[in-house]
């Protein structure tokens, strides 16, 4: 049991770790799947909401922002893992994965993006990414739980006047 609670943290930092630092690729490379993904699928959803050019090159949301938040959320998540005096940083790690991929699971459930990306050539992912998207969710959920006195820490601060 001593083993679990001094290194439980390890395997899901490093599943979202994993899972962010693949993705990269894609998303700085702006390749097919990337495109369609942000400009063919959820751009033209944005934009039938009044929200055009959300998810295109240069909006808020495009590709190189997501991926930019998961890459720092993977720096955090891994100085925190193997420095034991910068678990904090593994705290705030998993809350940047735990924000950026509640938004990915959001888009997968309540877009036309869906479960199962349908890509522009009509082959399917299977729901490959949405169940990599819920374990990520997991993961940073629990990292967040094992770290809660770290953050909770934060807000009891006393604050300058």
């Keep these: 049991m001593d083993f679990i609670k001094r290194h439980g943290h390890v395997a899901p930092a490093l599943f979202v770790i994993f899972v962010f630092v693949q993705s990269l690729f894609f998303k700085f490379s702006d390749s097919p799947e990337t495109i369609y993904i942000f400009q063919t699928k959820l751009d033209p959803w944005a934009a039938s909401l009044g929200f055009p ?11 190189h922002v997501i991926g930019s938040a998961e890459l720092l959320a993977s720096l955090l998540l891994l100085a925190g893992t193997f420095v034991a005096r910068w678990r904090l940083l593994q705290a705030l790690g998993a809350l940047l994965g735990l924000a950026v991929i509640s938004g990915a699971i959001f888009f997968h459930l309540f877009t036309p993006l869906g479960v199962a990306v349908i890509n522009a050539d009509g082959s399917s992912d299977g729901g490959e990414l949405f169940t990599l998207a819920c374990g990520v969710w ?5 990292l967040i739980w094992l770290r809660r006195e770290l953050l909770l820490g934060l807000l009891r601060r006393p604050r300058m006047a």
């Design 53 to 63: 050019g959300l998810f295109a090159p240069g909006g808020p949301f495009n590709a």
């Design 138 to 142: 997991i993961c940073s959920a629990i």
